[in-house]
């Protein structure tokens, strides 16, 4: 078999779905098997799967193992030359697989290669590609400086942001979000260190497979990644598990250093901790009071692509929601933040049963600039899926 597809899921059951629907389609003509790992989700994920895809194989496990052990566990039930970890808030262009497989097949020393993921509105997510964070460059990272200087080769190494975007580069980190390995290589270096409960570990593994002589790539094909409801980035959870994984790899990797400048890096850890959960505590006030302009941001307008068959179930569907939907963006944007056209959540909604997803996200980064963001409605589930939520 040429491929396994292993997606982690936990309480994302739509995203999860789309997903694979996005997925399969990707994967036509390519002799392959899909495994979801469900980390014990209470949202009725792993029956869903099962009703709408039944050529998918689930493991589902009776307790949350995180991301490291879920991952291990069906990488040591497969066989195949290749292994893509995928996270389940996704979207996958039509011929990304296909294009990333023929590229590592051409390059017998590739132990691992990610893609341009996207944000929901567009615009390029930074940690499609990042440089190993020794302890210098998790300073540059942590003081600002990589924001500051984000060309510099050293202050900016955290995200490689001196390399182009549109162009094949080799690569010192690829994301956990979206990662095709080489069985060989994991073969070689071992699998995801399950010290790691979730972060972190595909920081360590892309870091052994350097050590270990392979090359990490990044290549310019879009994906979108929702990024956060997979895993919920404003909570204090988040915070605790993120800056602990960062201590576990800096321990793992600079022991020696870590020895010698232990208390200063934890204490800039910790201080950075406390700002990200003094910032989640300001946003929960600020949106408590409805201060500023962030009480904009909760008004929600919809711009319908989806096909004409469609249209009447789409348009009863917002109708029973009172959700409106405007004739075009500009009328959407003026309608959701009529005072600041830089703010404000508006979206333009796709059709799942006719987009094509490698136009869809063409279209999204070539209007990043633009604020509205994608929106995709599935007319046989009645739900409508956004970066923020699921309308039900």
């Known amino acids: 078999m040429k491929l396994t597809v292993v997606i982690v899921s936990y309480n994302v059951k739509y995203y999860l779905a789309q997903c694979l629907e996005s997925l399969f389609k990707g994967l036509e003509g390519i002799a392959s098997e899909v495994v979801v790992v469900d980390n ?9 799967v099962r009703a709408q895809f039944p050529e998918v194989r689930i493991i589902a496990n009776t307790q949350n193992l ?10 040591r039930e497969s066989s195949s030359q290749y292994v893509l970890l995928l996270n389940p808030d996704t979207l996958v262009g039509e011929k990304v697989i296909a294009n990333l497989l023929a590229f590592m097949d051409s390059r017998p020393l590739s132990g691992a290669a990610g893609v341009r993921m996207l944000h929901a509105d567009g615009k390029v997510a930074k940690e499609s590609r990042r440089g190993i964070p020794d302890p210098l460059t998790a300073f540059f990272k942590m003081s600002g400086l990589c924001e500051r200087f984000p ?5 900016g190494k955290y995200y490689m942001s001196y390399l182009p975007w549109d162009a094949v580069a080799r690569i010192e980190i690829v994301s956990g979000a979206f990662c095709m390995l080489r069985r060989e290589a994991l073969q070689d270096i071992g699998l995801l260190d399950e010290d790691f409960f979730m972060y972190g570990e595909d920081i360590d593994l892309s870091c052994r497979l350097c050590k270990g002589g392979w090359e990490n790539w990044y290549l310019p094909l879009d994906i979108i990644h929702y990024k956060g409801e997979s895993t919920k980035r404003t909570s204090y959870r988040y915070v605790y598990v993120f800056y602990d994984a960062m201590l576990i790899f800096l321990r793992k990797h600079y022991a020696q250093m870590m020895s010698f400048l232990r208390w200063a890096i934890k204490g800039a850890v910790c201080l950075k901790a406390l700002s990200v959960m003094a910032g989640i505590e300001i946003q929960k006030c600020r949106k408590r009071i409805g201060w500023g302009r962030h009480s904009q941001a909760e008004v929600c307008c919809f711009v319908s692509k989806v096909a004409p068959v469609h249209q009447q179930a789409f348009h009863d569907f917002m109708q029973q929601r009172s959700l409106k939907v405007y004739e075009d963006v500009d ?17 333009v909604v796709y059709d799942c049963s006719t987009v094509v997803y490698t136009e869809m996200m063409q279209t999204l980064r070539l209007a990043s600039a633009h604020p509205f963001k994608l929106a995709m409605f599935h007319p046989e589930w009645g739900v409508m899926i956004t970066d923020k939520c699921v309308y039900q």
């Open 40 to 48: 014990a989700s209470t949202d009725g994920s792993v029956e869903f």
């Open 66 to 75: 995180g991301f490291a052990k879920a991952n291990n566990l069906a990488i």
């Open 151 to 155: 060309h510099h080769h050293r202050m």
């Open 331 to 347: 009328a959407a944007i003026a309608a959701a933040c009529p005072s600041d056209k830089d703010s404000g959540n508006v979206y």
